[in-house]
């Protein structure tokens, strides 16, 4: 039993070693050009303009008087601006960011995560929060059941949209339900750097980012990690994870 499982163990270390190694070499691959997402000064002088907005603030106002409250990390928060071009070859500014907020769960050792996002493509504004289950085991199973909101001239409404678009997006490449924009036939131009898309398999907050999750001190698997957590540390596995996650927030609705 004992040799059983010291030979376990010695498996597990392997594979963990394996998944660092293939990890590590795809960063070294993409060093000299990373995705160029807006920096923690950045995204928090974004908050503020956004703040500024009369839809967003109901949202800021609504998720603030549901508990929740802004994790104030750079880790917590992502964003970028750019250009997107489709088919035909219009072109179209294009900026969005993300926020992570928590709120005290059902015991005082658990935690309930929300994010307040801004999407924009040309003059087309999409403002609202996604709210995860709390006690979900994995990222991908919090976004198939969250709940979601955004706000228009009317004051907010009920949403069953973009935060589950985005998981079909970027488990499939490029495909997904409330599909606003033929994201699969288009590129994206962000920091003088044109991608298209590209959603490889270890994209999608698996084991495959294990290694560079505890790296930057995040499990994926670990109930309560927030949305723009999750992008941060999947999207640091590799170039083309960033992009993906980047076309799909924009190519949503």
Known sequence: MQSITKKSILITAIGVFMTFAAVSQRTKENKEEPFASFSNEQLKKKLGEFQRDKEFNLLWTEVHRKGFRRIDSERSQWGFEGELTDRSGKTQKVLFCIY???????????????????????????????????????VEKALET?????????????????????????????????????????????????????CPGFCMFSAACAATALTVGFVLSETGVGLAAAIVVAGACSLPCAACFAMCAIGCL
Not at 117 to 129: E, F, L, N, P, T
Not at 158 to 175: D, E, I, P, R
């Open 100 to 138: 992570d907020l928590e709120s005290s769960g059902r015991d005082k050792k658990s935690t309930q995560k929300s994010s307040l996002i801004w999407r924009q493509v040309g003059d087309s504004i999409y403002k609202a929060y996604i709210v995860l289950p709390e006690g979900v085991e994995t």
């Open 146 to 198: 969250s709940e979601e909101w955004y706000a228009d001239a009317r004051g907010i409404q009920k949403a069953n949209s973009w935060g589950k678009c985005f998981l079909k997006c970027a488990q499939t490449g490029g495909t997904g339900p409330q599909m606003d924009i033929d994201i699969k036939n288009g590129k994206l131009k962000v920091g003088g750097k044109t991608y298209t898309i590209s």
